[in-house]
């Protein structure tokens, strides 16, 4: 088993900035995905940004320029550093994991964006 332990989350007006991170626990032998996922009211969850064990990312195009993933592998965490935020970044914030062919999930931390 694997937990996942988001922290970080917040309300933060528009334009300003917030850091997630997420920290892995339990039976790690090779975390080789970790992500940020989100999930807005009424929309279904989308990936935001990922990142391999060998520090390859991947974002979704509404947050290219503004948000960097970045992950420690020695402490097993995950970081999403979100800049110029917006009122459609508000969401639920969800870190996975990738280990040994499973899929893990934290359960969430809340981003609010006010206008």
């Known amino acids: 088993q694997v937990q996942l332990v988001e922290s970080g989350g917040g309300l933060v007006q528009a334009g300003g900035s917030l850091r997630l991170s997420c920290a892995a626990s339990g039976s790690i032998f090779s975390l080789n995905v970790m992500a940020w996922y989100r999930q807005a009211p009424g929309k279904q969850r989308e990936l935001v940004a990922s990142?391999?064990?060998?520090?390859?990312?991947n974002y979704a195009d509404s947050v290219k320029g503004r948000f960097t993933i970045s992950r420690d592998n020695a402490k097993n965490t995950v970081y999403l550093q979100m800049r110029s935020l917006k009122p459609e970044d508000t969401a639920v914030y969800y870190c996975?994991?990738?280990?040994?062919?499973?899929?893990?999930w934290g359960k969430g931390s809340l981003v609010t964006v006010s206008s």
């Open positions: 996975y994991a990738f280990v040994i062919g499973l899929n893990y």
């Open positions: 990142i391999t064990s060998g520090g390859s990312t």
